[in-house]
């Protein structure tokens, strides 16, 4: 939860109604405590449905996650894929994520947090940001990528950033791209993709749609105008589509993407 920004801190089991602080709940579908889902019996969720129903048109929260397919089937009667269910109880939004069971140990913890991070995005109320990035590829098929993280993860990702008001995608690449890299001038190729990324990475947004332009210069080495430490940048490196492959990047795709855009 804290890895998603649900909460500003670490909690420990124990402080679990501290949470309520935070603005958000936790409770039991089912209150039997089982190895793992494949355990629990329809019993188990007898009346849960009609519990929850009452939460929600008591204290009205805006969102329910379920943590794990099963807790939203035992409930509800009905096999869900994760995400945003077309189910709703009231004005209340139902929203399914992976088990966080050690039993569940097969999805990795980057695919998890992708799900939370998600709800935490769509439940904050905050409105998405448009952000404009460049896949730069020089003449041998080598991008530009900048290294992010944090406590919990680390990322490698084109260089851009979000659109100011009033401005176009063009604008807002060119004066990215000589801040971030030192680029005064360059042609501008065609969108590439567009992708909508939930989180609340970005103080006073809750998601960022993304859009990335094919970029290609001449080798060079990379002379920002801004103090990349500063905005957030551990490391900015050039890659070809074999070095890169294994490591994390956003988009998680991005070496596909790369061998498309360079014809390697």
């Known amino acids: 939860m804290h890895a998603a920004r649900f909460t500003s801190r670490l909690y420990a089991p124990s402080e679990q109604l501290e949470l309520l602080n935070e603005g958000v709940g936790v409770t039991n579908a089912a209150y039997r405590t089982t190895p793992g889902s494949g355990d629990l019996r329809r019993s188990d969720f007898v009346g849960a449905a009609e519990r929850l129903e009452a939460m929600a048109r008591e204290l009205r929260p805006g969102w329910i996650g379920f943590v794990g397919k ?97 401005e176009t995608d063009e604008q807002t690449l ?21 992708s909508e990324r939930w989180g609340l990475d970005e103080l006073g947004h809750g998601g960022t749609i993304h859009r990335w332009y094919l970029v290609r210069v001449p080798a060079f080495d990379n002379a920002p105008e801004l103090d990349l430490r500063a905005e957030g940048s551990h ?30």
């Open 70 to 166: 099963e807790a939203y089937r035992g409930v509800f009667g009905e096999r869900p894929e994760l995400g945003v269910q077309e189910r709703t109880l009231g004005d209340t939004q139902l929203f399914v994520l992976p088990s966080s069971s050690p039993a569940n140990a097969a999805v990795p913890w980057g695919e998890r947090l992708h799900w939370f991070r998600e709800l935490a995005g769509r439940s904050s109320g905050l409105p998405t940001r448009v952000g404009v990035r460049g896949l730069l590829v020089d003449d041998a098929g080598r991008t530009l990528l900048f290294r992010y993280g944090n406590e919990y993860a680390m990322w490698w990702i084109s260089p851009g950033g979000g659109q100011e008001p009033g």
């Open 174 to 194: 060119r004066r990215e791209l000589r801040e971030e890299c030192g680029l005064p001038d360059f042609e501008l190729g065609p969108l590439l993709w567009e």
């Open 235 to 264: 490391e900015e490196r050039w890659f070809t589509a074999d070095e890169l492959a294994g490591l994390p990047t956003r988009p998680e795709d991005l070496v596909e993407r790369l061998r498309n855009a360079s014809g390697s």
